[in-house]
């Protein structure tokens, strides 16, 4: 049984890369697991650059944004892949009648893009459904205030997709729905 447990840990392969020299604790940590996903976990909102490197040494080009929250890329950057395009209205997507809701997030999950970057663990990418020539476009947005108790909010968000490429640089602009957490109120009986 021990034999199984050592095969297993040695099939994971973790890279944890400072971005600075020094630094206590490192900017990310890339971790690939035994179904070949690779997990991105952020601590330190720095060098996307050392970050897109680690990636592409993996097998994944990607193009990595930071920005602070309440900001976003207002251009669209590069062409959506073929099958990306869900066409949902705004009425659909800000629903909140369960049926339209669970209809939208099938249509969603449905796409490349949804299968290829997932919020798992922080951020789980699946290299098997990122095709040659696309990159994994990444946005991460950061709130640079702790949410509380007494100051609810999100402590960071990101949106992630593939595209044909080539990225242009983002335009950054206001988001002002970043800081929404939606309804908050638990439901009957809990």
């Known amino acids: 049984m021990l034999g199984g447990a050592v ?3 040695a ?14 604790q490192p900017a990310y940590a890339l971790t690939k697991n035994p179904d070949g996903s690779i997990n991105l976990k952020i601590h330190d909102f720095r ?12 097998g994944v080009p990607a193009d990595i944004t930071y920005l602070p929250l309440g900001k976003r890329c207002g251009n669209t950057r590069a062409p959506f892949v073929e099958g990306d395009q869900v066409h ?7 629903s ?7 209809k939208t997030r099938q249509l969603l999950e449905k796409s490349p893009s949804f299968r290829a970057i997932r919020p798992k663990n922080g951020i789980t990418i ?4 990122i095709e040659p020539g696309q990159i994994a476009m990444i946005e991460v ?3 640079p205030v702790e949410p ?12 992630g997709r593939l595209t044909s490429g080539p990225v242009e640089p983002c335009q950054v602009v206001d988001d002002p729905s970043a800081t929404e957490i939606g309804d908050a109120t638990p439901p009957p009986g809990s």
């Open 47 to 58: 060098d996307p650059e050392s970050l897109e490197g680690d990636l592409a040494t993996m």
């Open 96 to 102: 909140k009648d369960p049926s339209v809701r669970a």
């Open 148 to 159: 509380s108790v007494e100051r609810p909010g999100v402590a960071w968000e990101f949106s």
């Open 141 to 143: 947005m950061e709130n």
């Open 11 to 24: 099939s994971v392969l973790a890279v944890a890369v400072p971005a600075l020299t020094g630094s206590a």
């Open 7 to 9: 095969a297993a840990a």
């Open 126 to 129: 699946y290299p098997r459904f």
């Open 88 to 94: 949902v209205d705004e009425g659909e997507l800000s």
